[in-house]
Structures are given as C-alpha cells and as structure tokens.
C-alpha cells in the first residue's frame, strides 16, 4: 500500500490486483471511459469489463501489474504496468487514469510511482510509456516523473502520439516497490 501523502487522510489507498477475487471490473471500465469525457457507447462498460476481468484472469505476476486506487467498488484510478514482450527488461506504463473529480491530488502520480516500483523490482531497466500528441496535461506529468520525449509517432490506429522512455538511473522521488514487495496491498 501507497502512504497517503503528508497530512492527507482521505487520500485512497492503493492496490495491486492479483486476482480477479472482489474486483468490480464494470465501474473500473466506467472509470476508463469518463476519464475521455463521453458517455459510453451501447455495451462498451460490459465489453471492457470483460476485456478487463480476463486480463487480470491471464495475469503472469511477473509480468503485469494492475494498480487500483480507492477500492474495486469505488474506484477513483488506474494504471497497468506491462513487460515488453519483445524485451525482458523493458516495461511499459499503461492506461493511467484518475476520475475528473479526483484529479491534481497526486493519485495519478502514486499509480505511476507503484506501477514504476513494481517493473523496477522485477528487472525493468527501461520503462516506456505514451500518450496523445494533444495531451499537454499527461506529457507535463511524464516530464515530471522523470521520463524522456522519445518523439512523435502515428500509432497503428492512425493516432498522432508522443513516446516517452524512463532509464533504471533516472531520477524519481520516491521508488514504492523497488525491491520491496511486499509495499503494496495485495487484493
């Protein structure tokens, strides 16, 4: 488990799924829409929660982590850290989301930290990650956890991006989990 910060009791907890025992995968897949602004399309809360609830089935601890912040019931975000299939020690930082009511209180900031923790006490050497071109507020907050522009790309899905790569020396604040896992609060 993520300390809550200095003199913030409200702040939620957060968890590493490891089963998919109690994890409501429907209001996680709600989370994962609102965080794009649109109401969702007809059956894409059922698709995705079942997209999710098998990812998490599938999970190879060695190779995935996903982190939930505030409860499966209630959650207010979320992040997947991946092992790049192609390279042992390179790892991906996925799907970063913060409900619109919780934003810009550091939630989206101890997800990455716990995801960046979990790669780095499983070997990762490079952690990789990107977003939309278009996304000031997400590229401001990978400069800000240390990672480097590796420049723009079209994305297969015709997507303008932007990749970013965070080196095993990189400098960070704070390392959750690096080398202690047991910093985390399995669920």
């Known amino acids: ?5 200095e003199g913030d009791a409200a702040a939620p907890e957060i968890a590493l799924i490891t089963s998919a025992q109690g994890a409501d995968f429907r209001a996680i897949a709600a989370l994962n829409v609102l965080a794009w602004g649109r109401p969702p399309r007809r059956g894409e ?4 929660a079942i997209r999710l609830a098998e990812e998490v089935a599938a999970l190879a601890p060695a190779g995935k982590g ?10 207010v975000g979320f992040c997947r850290v991946i092992r790049d299939a192609a390279e042992a020690d390179h790892w991906w930082l996925a799907g970063i989301v913060v409900h619109p009511d919780h934003r810009r209180q550091g939630i ?12 780095r006490a499983r070997g990762a ?16 907050f990978h400069a ?15 997507d303008r991006k932007i990749g970013f790569r965070l080196e095993r020396e ?13 910093s985390s609060k399995l669920v």
């Not at 989206?108 to 790669?119: D, P, Q, V």
């Open 1 to 5: 488990m993520t300390p809550p910060g």
């Open 45 to 48: 809360l059922e698709q995705r």
């Open 66 to 75: 996903i982190f939930l912040a505030g409860g499966s019931a209630a959650p």
């Open 108 to 119: 989206g900031r101890r997800l990455a930290l716990e995801g960046i923790g979990y790669a």
């Open 125 to 140: 050497r490079v952690i990789r990650s990107e977003t939309h071109v278009d996304n000031e507020a997400s590229i401001r």
């Open 144 to 158: 800000s956890l240390g990672f480097a522009s590796e420049g723009e790309f079209t994305a297969a899905d015709g």
């Open 170 to 182: 990189g400098t960070l604040p704070y390392f959750p989990c690096d080398g202690d896992a047991a």
